[in-house]
């Protein structure tokens, strides 16, 4: 069956650098994988889609690659900032192309001042 | 303003009741979702309904009951309430089906004592 790890549980960076964030998939291709920011109490909001046949998804500071050989996705974030702390969810569909979204554990990212 | 509602925020209740869930969205949008939040923080779908047709009914118990009265609501309905059944219950709802971004509720706590 299909399988959505987030490598880090937590993430711990200082102000202003980049943080990179991994999600790994197994078991199946999906078409495409989405980004979701959740912070505590509230649910998850929608940062970056990506498909398959795009490397690299850029909004403002976020940056979302994937890799269909490696069946890897990475998001960065750059020159981050201390209300970039939050949980952040990689959310590829069930299968292949589908409607429903298998969601990775998350990161937990702690930017400090 | 609010775009995906969900009513009651706070659900404390004993088991063996029975309760619903109310979730409203004004975006427009077509399909609706209901997923589940464990105390894992795992985010899981249940159900999807897609113009008001069910589309997706993963391996929940029967005692849940989604229910749409048109393609603006998505009501849970859960007979019978277990321990087990305590978690966060989120609504939530995209344009279309399959690789379209979803926008999620703020969630329903559900506690079963």
């Known amino acids: 069956s299909q399988k959505i790890e987030q490598n880090s549980e937590a993430l711990n960076i200082q102000e202003g650098k980049t943080a990179t964030l991994t999600c790994n998939y197994t078991n199946y291709s999906p078409a495409y994988l989405q980004w979701y920011r959740q912070d505590p109490g509230r649910g998850p909001v929608f940062l970056l889609l990506?498909?398959?046949?795009?490397k690299e998804k850029r909004k403002e500071r976020l940056k979302v690659t994937f890799d269909t050989t490696l069946k890897q996705s990475l998001f960065h974030i750059t020159a981050s900032q201390p209300a970039d702390s939050a949980t952040y969810l990689c959310?590829?569909?069930?299968?292949?192309?589908?409607?429903?979204?298998?969601f990775g554990k998350g990161t937990t990212l702690s930017v400090s001042s | 303003d609010t775009a995906v509602s969900q009513t009651p925020k706070y659900l404390v209740t004993q088991m063996g009741n029975d309760k619903s869930i109310k979730c409203e969205q004004n975006l427009g949008h077509d399909t609706m979702y209901w997923y589940k939040q464990d105390s894992k923080k795992f985010l899981k779908i249940m159900f999807s309904?897609?113009?008001?047709?069910?589309?997706i009914n993963e391996t929940v118990p029967n005692r849940f009951s989604p229910k749409s009265p048109d393609k603006a609501h998505l009501n849970l309905h859960i007979n019978s309430l277990e321990l087990g059944d305590s978690a966060v219950y989120f609504c939530?709802?995209?344009?279309?089906?399959?690789?379209?971004?979803?926008?999620f509720g703020p969630g329903t706590r559900l506690t079963v004592t």
């Open positions: 309904y897609n113009n008001k047709e069910l589309i």
């Open positions: 990506i498909r398959e046949n795009e």
């Open positions: 959310a590829p569909p069930a299968n292949q192309a589908g409607t429903a979204l298998i």
């Open positions: 939530a709802s995209s344009p279309g089906t399959g690789g379209y971004e979803q926008y």
